[in-house]
């Protein structure tokens, strides 16, 4: 094999910038909040930097799903830059409504848009034309340029990675781990993009004729892939047998077990559709009808298995997945053994279609669990005749009310206090006001959480509620700190994330120790988680300390550590430090 001259790769870079500005533009964005990331040194810019980070994920696939169709299509400039800036002006609404960092919910809809975006990018080209070998020949050029990539990006990092570590050791250079992350930021952010939109197919007219079909991609498929599967359906297949023998009910696991067979098996039939008719392939045919037939009693057995968890549970954004992905394979298999034509399109653009309909509206995932939840909470309550005209009364007994609990602290901090805005008899928002003003994230789901259980008079009666009790506080620092008599300011969080820094701290029980080259202490932290129990009790474990006294000293040195934040739990009577945040001054 020849390798490439310096001259030809950079040709082939600027080949990629002139043909992909924006896809390359994304993967350097990305590519550069990763490296800030790895540095975490951004305190609130972290989140809108994790958030940039994803959008230009979605961005890759959504432009690179443009700009196949534009090309495929010879659509003019003009035509193909109005798209681009299409999506670009829905990569800006999405940046500035969407809050995936702090909210799980927003988490969902992008994880539903990069898959929806990159299932486009698999069929954008052939949208209203193109024949199914053209489809196939495209698809599998993606697919063994994807492998590629990522094997040209793992071989490269490895190479770098143990260069690195060589120098390092032989030279005694200081080499901090964050580099490692840096590292890994450009080779697969970058290089791994750059390769891959450099092989991408640009040959439109060239995919739709006859192409010879790679024979080590035949042999993969056969001898690999379809025993693998065969192997993995007669395990499932045994299971059910099993489970009708025994007349039990499956286990949470066999959902993702069916479906991952579904996409090993459908994978395995993909790979060989086009020469499934030639001579001497008539397995193929066999195979992939069979896989269908032997497909409805495994969903069944995963419609048993999603239902069985629904109805103890209600639905939720993990739960909808299983539901929907059940129906579509439900769909799938029906199609596949009742149509002649067999179109194999129809799996990604289903797929996409599937996925798009999850991120908003009343069909979507948020929706659907924040209504199923909704109406386990009001079940509960009528249970307990605590309903009034759709609206939730306070228990008068609040006994057995573990489960409404959880239910409640699902929708708080899945939903927000808004989704029970039309079920309360006050207002939410208003009734959880004074958590909006915490600092913290966590702090303020568990105030919320905590105001709302209380108005409603629920306990918390699970085992585990019962033997830990969960108190947290939170010290504002005035905007002027005076740190007179002290030479230096770390501000230090627990638990400790991986760093080079010269020194390390750790907690013991109640015992801060920080342990630096030139300095040395312990803090026993005892006294504020007794002052946070003073100032709380069992219904408020969440408080607010305003006496600037919220801190201890180490007698030996005179250094001082200020808590910002802290969390705890009791644990039978015994304190075990969650996590806090503070600043230490140094003598």
């Not at 972290?46 to 696939?61: D, F, P, T, Y």
């Not at 946070?532 to 006496?547: N, P």
């Not at 039978?572 to 140094?586: M, P």
Request: hydrophobic content about 45%; some cysteine.
């Amino acid at each position: 094999m020849k390798l490439p001259s310096l001259h030809s790769l950079a040709t082939g870079s600027l080949g990629v910038a002139r043909r992909f500005p924006l896809e390359l533009t994304a993967a350097i964005v990305g590519t550069v909040c990763a490296m800030l990331l790895f540095e975490q040194a951004y305190g609130k810019a972290e989140e809108r930097i994790i958030l940039l980070l994803l959008c230009s994920n979605l961005a890759l696939a959504l432009f690179l799903s443009l700009s196949a169709f534009a090309e495929s299509r010879q659509l003019s400039f003009k035509s193909h830059a109005l798209l681009k800036v299409a999506g670009l002006a829905f990569l800006v609404i999405i940046f500035f409504s969407l809050d995936p960092v702090s909210d799980e919910t927003n988490m969902f809809r992008f994880v539903f848009l990069v898959t929806g975006f990159h299932l486009l990018v698999s069929f954008a080209p052939f949208i209203y034309r193109g024949s199914m070998e053209g489809f196939w020949e495209y698809n599998m050029r993606l697919f063994i340029r994807i492998l590629t990539a990522g094997l040209y990006s793992t071989v490269l990092y490895s190479g770098l990675a143990v260069a690195l570590l060589s120098a390092d050791a032989l030279f005694d250079f200081t080499i901090r781990s964050e580099i490692y992350g840096h590292l890994f930021a450009l080779v697969f952010g970058l290089f791994n993009t750059a390769f891959f939109l450099a092989g991408f197919p640009s040959d439109w007219k060239n995919l739709e004729e006859p192409q010879p079909y790679p024979k080590g991609l035949k042999i993969f498929t056969q001898y690999v892939l379809i025993p693998l599967a065969t192997i993995y359906l007669g395990i499932l297949l045994a299971y059910e047998g099993k489970l009708i023998i025994e007349w039990s009910l499956p286990k949470g696991l066999v959902s993702t077990l069916v479906l991952g067979y579904a996409v090993y098996g459908m994978l395995s039939i993909l790979l060989v559709h086009p020469v499934r008719f030639d001579q001497g392939n008539r397995w193929i045919m066999t195979f992939s009808r069979f896989f269908y037939l032997l497909l409805i009693p495994l969903i069944i057995l995963l419609g048993s298995a999603v239902y069985l968890r629904v109805n103890q549970y209600g639905v939720t954004e993990s739960r909808y997945i299983l539901i929907v992905l059940s129906l579509w394979l439900s769909g799938i298999t029906v199609y596949f053994l009742s149509s002649r034509k067999q179109n194999i399109k129809v799996i990604p653009v289903s797929l996409c279609v599937v996925v798009l309909l999850a991120v908003w509206g009343p069909q979507s995932a948020s929706a659907v669990s924040r209504q199923s939840q909704v109406n386990r909470l009001l079940a509960f309550f009528s249970e307990k005749n605590a309903v009034s005209n759709g609206k939730l009364v306070p228990l008068t007994n609040p006994a057995g009310s573990g489960q409404a609990t959880e239910i409640l602290r699902y929708l708080v901090n899945r939903h927000g206090p808004g989704s029970l805005q039309n079920h309360l008899l006050i207002d939410a928002d208003s009734l959880t006001r004074s958590a909006d003003t915490l600092k913290y994230r966590y702090a303020r789901d568990y105030e919320r959480l905590e105001l709302l259980r209380r108005y409603l008079n629920l306990q918390y009666t699970y085992e585990t509620a019962e033997e830990m009790q969960y108190y947290a506080a939170e010290a504002p620092v005035k905007d002027s700190l005076s740190i007179t008599g002290y030479r230096y300011l770390i501000k230090v969080q627990y638990p400790m994330y991986q760093t080079d820094a010269p020194y390390t701290w750790n907690v013991y029980e109640t015992e801060f120790i920080f342990n630096g080259k030139a300095h040395q202490a312990k803090f026993n932290l005892q006294p504020l988680v007794d002052k946070v129990l003073k100032a709380g009790s069992q219904e408020v474990r969440h408080v607010i300390i305003t006496d600037n006294a919220f801190y201890c000293t180490d007698e030996s040195s005179g250094h001082r550590l200020i808590i910002e934040y802290l969390s705890f739990q009791l644990n039978n009577g015994k304190t075990e430090i969650q996590n806090f945040n503070g600043l230490l001054l140094i003598r």
